[in-house]
Nanobody, 123 residues
Framework: QVQLVESGGGLAQAGGSLRLSCAAS????????MGWFRQAPGKEREFVAG???????YYADYVKGRFTISRDNAKNTVYLQMNSLKPEDTAVYYC?????????????????WGQGTQVTVSS
């Protein structure tokens, strides 16, 4: 059974940092592409960051330079380091897996999703 479990969300002040984790079971993350998405109330789910199995990374313009995606294969875990947080970063954050040929910015191409973790940034 495939399971993705996010953690690390919470409340942060503007300018602060949080690190999200996505622990996987039932599959090997090093064989897959991975992505982080977020969804704010009343808005569609949007791409945040992703990488392919060859470690090439991709970021949405609104997080570039502030967020960093990384992976620990030994722990089968993906991370999203979020620095210089802004109130507009407030959302539920989801991790997801996709095959290595997927369009990482397209949520429809992801196969498995975590349950999400809430990030709230206060001004």
């Amino acid at each position: 059974q495939v399971q993705l479990v996010e953690s690390g969300g919470g409340l942060a002040q503007a300018g602060g940092s949080l690190r999200l984790s996505c622990a996987a079971s039932g599959l090997t993350l090093s064989n897959l592409s991975m992505g982080w998405f977020r969804q704010a109330p009343g808005k569609e789910r949007e791409f945040v960051a992703g990488f392919r199995r060859n470690y090439s990374t991709y970021y949405a313009d609104y997080v570039k330079g502030r967020f960093t995606i990384s992976r620990d294969n030994a722990k089968n875990t993906v991370y999203l380091q979020m620095n210089s947080l802004k109130p507009e970063d407030t959302a539920v954050y989801y991790c997801a897996t996709a095959n290595r040929w997927a369009d990482l910015r397209n949520a429809a191409e992801y196969d498995y999703w975590g349950q999400g973790t809430q990030v709230t940034v206060s001004s």
